[in-house]
């Protein structure tokens, strides 16, 4: 099992930017594959970013250019770095840990992000 916690949220400027963290508690960070996701009131969860274990990566077309996802295993962490914020990039963003094919699917807290003047 793995808990999550994320950090980094805040208020920010559009055109602004925020790192978001997420700390893995647990054994085997590096078999996870990774991710973000963003709710806005009255909408689905929606993904934002995904590194999958290999190192590959996925990007929603909103966040495409704007947003980078890392992680590093010897920290059991992954990180989402948001440039170029819009109003729009507004919500709770949820770090999300899983192991393809399998019922192991975690989230952390969450953390709000604000971008607006």
């Known amino acids: 099992q793995v808990q999550l916690v994320e950090s980094g949220g805040g208020l920010v400027q559009p055109g602004g930017s925020l790192r978001l963290s997420c700390v893995a508690f647990g054994s085997r960070f590096s078999i996870y594959s990774m991710g973000w996701y963003r709710q806005t009131p009255g909408k689905q969860r929606e993904l934002v970013a995904r590194m999958a274990i290999g190192g590959g990566t996925y990007y929603s077309d909103s966040v495409k250019g704007r947003f980078t996802i890392s992680r590093d295993n010897a920290k059991n962490a992954v990180y989402l770095q948001m440039n170029s914020l819009k109003p729009e990039d507004t919500g709770v963003y949820y770090c999300?840990?899983?192991?393809?094919?399998?019922?192991?699917?975690?989230w952390g807290q969450g953390t709000q992000v604000t971008v607006s003047s």
């Open positions: 999300n840990a899983q192991i393809p094919r399998t019922p192991d699917n975690y």
